[in-house]
């Protein structure tokens, strides 16, 4: 892709406008006037996989919605573009430039504006990193209804932006329906100010919605109103050890049947995702011998000795029917996290290597993993898979939310390699287009997807998402290159 020439070139009087605005020395990291480190830009311009780079000079960190209101209207009139970026963690590229973008960064947007003891609503500016937002729930004995690997650095700006799912989902739903209202700037610099606090409201269409996974292409989100359930006071965890992948479904199918209400996390990793995070940690896997699949269950309920007992009964049942081959009970918050942790390490432990080929799909359970088998039976025909450095490819993986049809496949490479995204584009997308699944489940299009979405949406879907784009944002300014 070129540069859109309609994008003016930063000049001094930009920078000096936004120094202005902004005062404060530590809101403006300027690469156009001033001479920074490649390290100072560095986190702004490269992303979380660092697949990624954009080649921005001009970082804005607004604090108050008012700034980004004035930043935009005067990017809108001067057709400068922007990239808004919370936390930078998105798995599609969508959080950083592609040219020399303005990233508007809402890190120093971060207070938590109200919180209803009463009703679990929470209100709290777009930069709140996702954990502290949590953190400040579990002390009133709320749970943010959205958790997920990132969560340290993740803000919850972006995780509307992106309408991330996480590994609870299956228990509190998508973010379009916990999200209450929305504070959001127009590119124009009009103030959309729905900060809704009510749970039913049906008056005319809900255009929060559009901003709840837009990515940052049709405003800025400033802050929002979300529904927060209770705390579970008893959290119990199993990791368990299955033989195939049909039994895995049964597995599953037994676990929402005895565990009903409390289920709270069905979540798959096969034996190479969870061996390759062992090989990254040099750590043992919580269970004897090998098995070709794992799952983590989780279960949220409010009588300890009473979901213990559940959870005991339900393992003791599909081990006489010979539907789990193992499986082990945490005993204490410790095992608790060291169980998750064997989940949510995979992303970052399959990093190591270089770099991963990351495909988030959805599929009807039936056919989920047969993916990850033909895509590893692809690779391997082409030679491309190995233990030393020749091979590009050190391993095709699959993981994600099972409860949510939600498969990770995932290929952990030394380097990114022409020869294996030519094995894997576009026969990843024609096999999910295939089985009706979705090309991206909850990480989002970014750049990574843009032009793949054809394989899940049709002409007219598309054509009433680019007259939404155009209406918000007829400049085009609203990080430009990417979505549709
Ligand atoms: P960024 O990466 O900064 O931005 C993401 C997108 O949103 C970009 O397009 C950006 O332009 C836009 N954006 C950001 N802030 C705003 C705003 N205020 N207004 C408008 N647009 C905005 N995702 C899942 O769904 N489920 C998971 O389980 C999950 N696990 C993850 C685990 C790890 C280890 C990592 C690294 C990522 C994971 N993700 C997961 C990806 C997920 O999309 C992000 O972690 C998170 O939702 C993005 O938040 P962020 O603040 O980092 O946004
Ligand atoms: C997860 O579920 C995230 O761990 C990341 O969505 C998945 O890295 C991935 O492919
Ligand atoms: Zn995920």
Known sequence: IKRDE??????????????DLLGKESAVIDGVTAEVA??????YNGDWMRKYRGHCKLVLKPASTEEVSKILKYCNDNML????????????????????????????????????????????DAGVVLEVADQFLAEKGYIFPLDLGAKGS?????????????????????????????????????IVDDLCKLRKNNTGYDLKQLF??????????????????????????AYLAVESYEKMQQAFKEARQQLGEILS??????????????????SKS????????????????????????KLGNFLEDVMGKEIVADGVLAQDETQIRNLWSQREGVPECLGHWGGVYKYDVSIPLPDMYKLVDETREKIDAAGLRGDSDEFPVVDVVGYGHMGDSNLHLNVAVRRYDKRVEDVLEPFVYEWIAKVNGSISAEHGLGIAKKNYIGYSRSETMIALMKQIKNLYDPNGIMNPYKYV
């Open 286 to 309: 919580p269970l004897e011998g090998e098995h070709s699949f794992y799952c983590l269950i989780e279960t949220s309920g409010s009588n300890s000795d009473h979901d213990a007992e």
């Open 212 to 237: 709840i996974g837009g990515e940052g292409t049709i405003g800025m989100i400033t802050a929002v109103s979300v529904q927060c359930p209770q705390r579970s006071s008893a959290v119990n965890v």
């Open 265 to 282: 996390a069905f979540e798959l990793m096969d034996l190479r995702s969870q061996q390759l995070v062992q090989r990254v940690r040099s």
């Open 6 to 19: 309609r994008f003016t070139q930063i000049t001094p009087e930009h920078v000096q406008f936004f120094r």
């Open 154 to 190: 993740c803000h919850i700006g972006g995780n509307v932006a992106t309408n991330a799912g996480g590994l609870r989902l299956l228990r509190y739903g998508s973010l379009h329906g916990s999200v209450l209202g929305i504070e959001a700037v127009l590119p124009d610099g009009t």
């Open 81 to 124: 573009a922007v990239v808004p970026q919370g936390g930078n963690t998105g798995l599609v590229g969508g959080s950083v430039p592609v040219f020399d973008e303005i990233v508007l960064n809402t890190s120093r947007m971060n207070q938590i504006r109200s919180f209803d003891d009463v009703s679990g609503i929470l209100v709290a």
């Open 38 to 43: 490649a390290d100072d830009m560095e986190p």
